[in-house]
């Protein structure tokens, strides 16, 4: 494997990586989010009278008879470092009786209490390093990301000793107690501005300009208004004198604002504050250059960015397309391992492509983070993406677990969740919307849970299947305004995304006993029922050229499907490339594959042409207005990876003397298709 590096200790800086993990993982390996094998109220601090002091450079460190860990380095260096990677640390236990239950915990802030918070990560030290057992020393890696605060890392033994018998549910289903603290590692200026991303900054609607040139700057720190965030920009390699300097927007969010534990309980960790800034005016297809600051004097490292080309027919747009991310990591901490370790990867994969000049924008369809209420893991994730995201434009829309939640949850009803779940650990979207702008966002209220997006000669359109998308219902009116305002003359590709699949080959037909609360069966044939009843009419009647999906951890390719019928329309014709001509009906791809483990549910459907468990991604190219090209680029190994499947769509030149490229802002729907 090609790995990501953190800044630090170990050969080449690299710690030891088993991205499987498999055996006595058994009892850790949690779906989705493994910090829910963190139980904060079973933790028990270890008596005041039983701890020594360890010595002056180690700040607040204490251990205990029997015990010691030693933590190099301790000063964790400047956050906002050139290569904006995490700080790696090397940590040497030594323990008298060594037990396959003791784990080590990154707390950050330093010192926080145990019993109401989660760490940021943990390690258990057997699994580490085998040797543990038997010598009673182990050596393993922790890479840290600054959050705007410092660190520290705790020592835990079981309690009471390991029993057979016990589920193997949790980390310690019999609780744990800490037996030794290294006392506080700290960044330099840990509130400095970092984790750049860009995203549209629309809306523009009924204007008749071209906003390709303005995009939304969005970065975090642990300053606010009152410390002057600024954005500086200019053209790439351009003089100082050049330089534009725009004030920017500071907010934030609380815990109140979400809607249940652990997110609004041992979860929460401040976020600090959100910035945003505009770039206006910068040339369609050309590199800017840009930084962050504050009036403390502190600056980010220098960003180049893509700015992405002018709508046109004829124009050659390419996008990254996938969902179901997560957080990988290289460290020996059980946080995404096994689940998501790929996304790092995959990430750095984009990087390539971003920096190499191949991408004009990037979109992931929901399952960003799965943070699921650790609020800790969006940092580490913004950390993550911000080598693409900061780029070229990135586009979001949300998934189950960015969104679900319990019915009762929800104030208005316009906007709960249409499962009865708790998929988004109580986060209720909040995190993802303040932290990721979207096409929609200005619109305000609802808006920013669907959007259209024009990127040249492509138009996006973003449902998100989480709320209600009934026929008549406020989105699915926004769907059929904003399909049906597309200007083939000056967008000819017409691209459809959302997260939980309208086409999927599954065996999860069915799931009776999740109807709770008045919720929908959350399984993958339900879904895709209703979807095909209600959304499925309007992807053909207006003629979209491809519909992409994620949910389902895995690559499908379908052929072209027509809902009225039920049937495929056209099937394609050779391989790698696949070819399609003038389909009568959408392409459906499904590509939950940029991290998350494998759903492994295939049925060998009758309209899937194409499937596999790979992780990746799909390279879209529209080439000109005939013409778009496929590719699922396999990225687990990092960049350069192979080809596993590509296809070709051709279409005659669209002439719809119907069509309207431009739709007003309707004051109940609030629809409107903004320009990149």
């Not at 970092?194 to 040139?213: E, M």
């Not at 369809?365 to 913004?382: M, N, R, V």
């Not at 095909?532 to 979209?544: F, K, S, T």
Request: net charge negative.
């Amino acid at each position: 494997l090609l790995l990501i590096g953190a800044k630090g200790q170990g050969p080449d800086n690299y710690g030891p990586l088993n991205p499987f993990l498999r055996g006595t993982e058994a009892h850790l390996k949690f779906e989705h989010q493994p910090l829910i094998g963190i139980v904060p109220v079973k933790l028990k601090e270890l008596e005041h009278s039983l701890r020594r002091p360890l010595g002056s450079s180690h700040i607040d460190g204490w251990t205990s008879e029997g015990y010691s860990m030693e933590v190099v380095p301790r000063n964790l260096g400047p956050c906002s470092s050139a290569d904006g990677l995490p700080a790696r640390v090397a940590v040497t236990v030594t323990a008298t009786k060594p037990e396959a239950r003791h784990w080590v915990a990154a707390y950050s802030p330093a010192n926080a209490n145990i019993s109401l918070t989660a760490p940021v990560r943990y390690s258990v030290i057997s699994e580490a390093d085998p040797s543990y057992l038997t010598t009673g020393t182990a050596s393993l890696f922790l890479d840290l990301t600054c959050i705007r605060s410092d660190y520290s890392l705790i020592l835990f033994r079981a309690l009471p000793p390991p029993n057979e018998n016990t589920s193997h549910a949790r980390v310690d289903p019999e609780g744990s107690q800490s037996v030794t603290c290294s006392g506080v590692l700290s960044f330099e200026d840990a509130d400095a501005p970092l984790k750049a991303r860009v995203t549209p900054a629309g809306p523009q609607i009924n204007t008749g300009k071209d906003y390709s040139g303005r995009l939304r700057v969005q970065w975090s720190s642990g300053r606010g208004q009152e410390h002057g965030p600024s954005l500086h920009w200019g053209p790439s390699g351009g003089s100082p004198e050049e330089l534009i300097s725009v004030a920017a927007s500071a907010t934030t969010f609380s815990r109140e604002e979400m809607c249940g534990p652990p997110a609004t309980q041992y979860g929460y960790r401040d976020v600090g504050w959100v910035h945003a800034a505009d770039i206006e005016g910068a040339v369609p297809g050309s590199t800017v250059e840009y930084f962050l600051s504050d009036q403390t004097g502190a600056k980010s490292r220098k960003y180049t960015l893509k700015v992405p080309p002018s709508p046109g027919k004829d124009v050659r747009t390419s996008l990254a397309m996938f969902g179901d991310m997560g957080r990988g990591t290289q460290d020996d901490s059980k946080v995404w391992h096994p689940y998501g370790w790929a996304a790092g990867n995959v990430s750095e994969s984009l990087r390539a492509e971003a920096e190499a000049g191949n991408l004009d924008a990037v979109f992931c369809f929901g399952d960003l983070s799965y943070a699921q209420g650790y609020l800790s893991q969006w940092d580490e994730w913004l950390q993550q993406i911000e080598d693409f995201a900061s780029k070229v434009p990135f586009l979001t829309n949300l998934g189950n677990h960015e969104y679900g939640a319990s019915r009762d949850s929800w104030e208005n009803p316009a906007t709960r969740s249409l499962f009865e779940t708790e998929d988004s650990g109580g986060e209720c979207g909040v995190p993802a919307l303040s932290l990721f702008s979207t096409p929609g966002a200005a619109l305000g209220g609802r808006g920013a849970l669907w959007w259209a997006q024009s990127v040249g000669s492509i138009l996006l359109v973003s449902m998100n299947t989480e709320v209600e998308f009934t026929t008549g219902s406020e989105q699915w009116q926004f769907l059929d305004r904003a399909l049906g305002s597309i200007d083939r003359k000056v967008t000819p590709w017409l691209v459809f995304a959302g997260h939980r699949p309208g086409l999927i080959d599954s065996s999860y037909l069915q799931c009776s006993a999740c109807v709770k609360n008045g919720g929908m069966d959350p399984s993958d044939g339900a879904v895709m029922a209703e979807l095909q009843r209600h959304v499925g009419p309007l992807l053909d009647r207006h003629r979209v050229s491809l519909a992409f999906w994620g949910h389902n951890h895995a690559y499908q390719r379908h052929c072209a499907y027509d809902y009225s019928t039920g049937k495929c329309v056209q099937r394609s014709v050779g391989r790698n490339p696949a070819r399609y001509r003038n389909p009568k009906a959408p392409v459906h791809i499904v590509v939950g594959t940029a991290g998350a483990e494998f759903s492994l549910n295939f049925r060998n459907a009758s309209f899937n042409e194409v499937e596999f468990s790979q992780f990746g991604y799909i390279k879209l190219a529209a080439e000109n207005r005939t013409h778009i090209v496929g590719e699922f680029i396999e990225a687990a190994s990092g960049p350069g990876g192979a080809i596993l499947d590509s296809f070709v769509i051709e279409q005659d030149d669209f002439v719809d003397a119907n069509s309207k490229h431009k739709i007003s802002l309707d004051s109940n729907s609030k629809v409107g298709v903004f320009v990149l």
